[in-house]
């Protein structure tokens, strides 16, 4: 899978900036910072995504002084080219066709193509608090599995009428409809933990090769459920049955996969305490190799992968062996830089940036 060209109108600081790719390898995108390297990469990923991983409302995307913002793009995948068009609104929601076709749910696009995207932002993943790994795990499963995309919120809504349940209910023991709200939650989040389990399952072994052969040593990555994967039924209903009185003194539900982390350790210590700022910045990465990965394993071609300022953080050791695994992974490789010294060598196409225009395009020697 290729992202063949992309325009952007109105797109953060683009006024208008066309690029044709329309090939395999590693291609850099180069400038100094501030120029809009990043901008043009996240509006790659918006094309898959719909969404900003930098900010949660459309407004800022759109170019001070503009209404709306353009994002269009052509894919070549396995089974013939996707073109994909989205109108950015500043206010109001935001319009997405596919192939001249108005697309109403994610889902139909996320089948279509495929898109991962790593940055600075992805540090989190690693040190941030458990809810930006469940993010990260509920991201996975989505672009493995599509269809999957509402076992998510369908728990959510879930909980949120038990924990209203809990807030209102004034009388002595439990509220008389909690069994029913018990039932739908082990439904829900059944689901919910058999995705996540599957999908970390699928990303842990490249991600771990990938942190590796930077660093020479491991990466652990590992679901951690609040519930057993296994037998999850049954276990959610012991662990509810066991947190019931404490659920009923603190009104809010204590179990369930709401409550998930994902571990990441290296050298038997947790990433989030103990790593160091490069072994973070390389994990973050690795997580994210490692879910390019399982999404080329899952539908048999590589997704399009955009690596947002990789080098920045690392040593020169490190730089050079993440430039060789990304120069060797299969299909298209986007990634960005602010030095020209950290062009890599293996780079078949370098666009220069500058005051978000793509000034040049040239091949690399």
């Known amino acids: 899978m290729r992202l063949s060209w992309v325009e952007l109108r109105d797109y953060r600081n683009h006024v208008h900036t066309r690029v044709d790719l329309g090939h395999d390898g590693v291609i850099v995108v180069a400038g100094p910072n501030g120029e809009g390297k990043t901008n043009l990469l996240e509006a790659m990923h918006f094309l898959y995504s719909l969404g900003s991983p930098r900010v949660s409302a459309s407004e800022p995307l759109v170019r001070h002084g503009a209404d709306v913002a353009y994002v269009r793009g052509e894919f070549e995948t396995r089974d013939g080219r996707v073109l994909v068009e989205v109108e950015i609104r500043r206010k109001g929601a935001n319009r997405v066709q596919v192939d001249r076709s108005t697309v109403r749910r994610r889902r139909d696009l996320r089948r279509a193509v495929r898109v991962v995207l790593f940055g600075p932002f992805d540090l989190p993943i690693v040190t941030g608090d458990p809810a930006r790994r469940r993010g990260f795990m509920d991201e996975v499963v989505v672009l493995l ?22 807030k209102e209910h ?32 699928a990303v842990a072994p490249p991600a ?29 209903r012991h662990r509810l049955d066991e947190r019931r009185s404490d659920e009923l ?25 103990f790593a160091s700022h490069g072994e973070t910045w390389v994990a973050a990465l690795a997580v994210r190799l490692g879910l390019a990965t399982a999404v ?48 890599p060598a293996q780079a078949t196409a370098i666009l220069d940036v500058r005051g978000g225009s793509v000034i040049a395009r040239h091949e690399a020697a």
């Open 145 to 166: 599995q599509p269809s999957r995309d509402t076992l998510t919120s369908s728990y959510e809504r879930v909980l949120r009428q038990r924990n209203r349940l809990l």
């Open 170 to 201: 004034e009388g002595r023991g439990a509220p008389p409809e909690l069994e029913a709200w018990d039932q739908q939650l082990i439904q829900t989040g059944a689901a919910v933990i058999r995705a996540r389990a599957e999908s970390v399952d």
């Open 208 to 236: 771990s090769q990938a942190f590796s052969a930077v660093s020479g040593y491991d990466l652990v990555v590992r679901y951690a459920p609040n519930v057993p994967a296994t037998e999850v039924e049954a276990g959610f």
């Open 249 to 273: 003194q603190r009104r809010t539900s204590l179990v369930g996969p709401h409550r998930d982390d994902l571990d990441l350790a290296v050298r038997d210590l947790g990433a989030r305490s």
């Open 296 to 343: 080329e394993a899952a539908i048999g071609e590589p997704p399009v992968l955009l690596v947002d300022d990789p080098y920045s953080a690392l040593d020169p050791t490190r730089r050079d062996r993440i430039a060789s695994i990304l120069a060797a992974r299969p299909g298209q490789v986007v990634i960005s830089v602010a030095d020209e010294a950290d062009v």
